[in-house]
């Protein structure tokens, strides 16, 4: 058997795990968000992922929801609540994507799925990273997440899309968790 069907199985089995533990947590943050400003806990926008195909990833919101503004969230970015800073810093806005695991929109080690309006200015030489499920984490993440340009970013993808193999995902899966617990790359 190759690599991508067991790592469907792992990541459903991880992501169902996951959110057996940690669900009170998530009700938790989801109630304190409710708390911290108006509108919902969670914030869905559209992604691009496999095949290029445009699903929905969950976030919890960490931004006021009464505001508009660039589809790139800036260093200090107004719209960013007091909660919603703390929530970024530690990537807990990202947990509810492990239901974009479950559904199979998503993988748990894979490019991160970027904004279709960001995809639309990928060169044509880049889409091979539409071959595989985008990930809540991925090589571009432990290598400078959020301080990385789109270039750099895409060609961290594109070494992950060509070694896909489960040593790979190993390494990420063990590098994510420092790099939260520091903050590293994280705007």
Known sequence: MSYP?????????????????IWPVLLCVAIAIRLDSPGPALFLQPRVGLGGRVF???????????????????????RITKLGHLLRRTSIDELPQLLNILQGDMSLIGPRPEVP?????????????????PGL??????????????????????????????GLDWRIFWATFPLLLKGVGIK
């Open 56 to 78: 929905r990833v969950f976030k919890f919101r960490s931004m006021r929801s009464d505001t508009a503004g660039p589809v790139l969230t800036q260093v200090n970015d107004p």
């Open 5 to 21: 069907p067991i790592k469907r199985s792992l990541d459903i089995l991880t992501a169902l795990s996951a959110l057996i533990l």
């Open 117 to 133: 309006s960001i995809v639309e200015t990928y060169p044509s030489d880049w889409r091979p990273v539409f071959d595989v499920r």
């Open 137 to 166: 984490t991925g090589w571009a993440q432990i290598h400078g997440r959020d301080d990385l340009d789109i270039p750099t970013k895409l060609g961290y993808d594109l070494a992950y899309v060509a070694n896909l193999r489960f």
